[in-house]
């Protein structure tokens, strides 16, 4: 079961918006509405920030946004902030496996 | 206070075995789905198990055979028995409360370092 396809980085500047995407099949990402995003910051556990497409857990900021078109999800976070900057990583509910699977990563740089 | 606490990581020499805890508070390991996940240093996130509320656990290709896990509802804690190690089980070994749907909880994490 390969990996889920995630830029290995992206960046943007304080205050705009970047998007992060996350491509799958349609045994995975295409196929459910399972797919969850973590923020982790070095040294430190991830975090769930979106997860069943589009929901936020109570307390997650609402600068952040997801969405899914086909087997493609996406992370949105809008007026970036440099408490931003972290390794961002998407998982999702497969049908070809009783476990999960996740993205590789991607590293956001704020400047 | 929802929480999960991994311990029991530590240097390891090549085929020997460790037990990692990860100890429940704030909600019932019996009750809920609960998920080991590993990260290779400088890596990704890579799902190692997931047990449901019957007990029942599913593995990882890469260690089906070599890790067991085993709960204590008394405690109200998973354990992960890791046997046969191998340099590339190196990583962080974090729990987390859920499953293939997502984990809405995760422990700090305990390391796990695979001498050869």
């Known amino acids: 079961q390969s990996a889920l396809t995630q830029p290995a980085s992206v960046s943007g500047s304080l205050g705009q918006s970047i998007t992060i995407s996350c491509t799958g099949t349609?045994?995975?990402?295409?196929?459910?509405?399972?797919v969850s995003w973590y923020q982790q910051h070095p040294g430190r556990a991830p975090k769930l920030m979106i997860y069943d497409v589009t929901n936020r857990p109570s307390g997650v900021s609402n600068r952040f946004s997801g969405s899914k078109s086909g087997n493609t999800a996406s992370l949105t976070i809008s007026g970036l902030q440099a408490e931003d900057e972290a390794d961002y990583y998407c998982?999702?509910?497969?049908?070809?496996?009783?476990?999960?699977?996740f993205g590789g990563g991607t590293e956001l740089t704020v400047l | 206070e929802v929480q999960l606490v991994e311990s029991g990581g530590g240097l390891i020499q090549r085929g020997g075995s460790l037990r990692l805890s990860c100890a429940v508070s704030?909600?019932?390991?019996?009750?809920?789905?609960i998920s080991w996940v590993r990260q290779a240093p400088g890596k990704g996130l890579e799902w190692v198990s997931v047990?449901?509320?019957?007990?029942?656990?599913y593995y990882a290709d890469s260690v089906r055979g070599r890790f067991t896990v085993s709960r204590d509802n008394s405690k109200n804690t998973l354990y992960l028995q890791m046997n046969s190690l191998r340099a590339e089980d190196t990583g962080v070994y974090h729990c987390?409360?859920?499953?293939?749907?997502?984990?809405?909880?995760w422990g700090q994490g305990t390391t796990v370092t695979v001498s050869s």
């Open positions: 047990t449901d509320s019957d007990g029942t656990t």
């Open positions: 998982s999702s509910y497969t049908s070809s496996s009783t476990l999960g699977i």
């Open positions: 987390g409360r859920g499953g293939a749907y997502g984990l809405d909880v």
């Open positions: 349609s045994s995975d990402v295409g196929g459910h509405n399972y």
């Open positions: 704030g909600f019932s390991v019996r009750n809920n789905y």
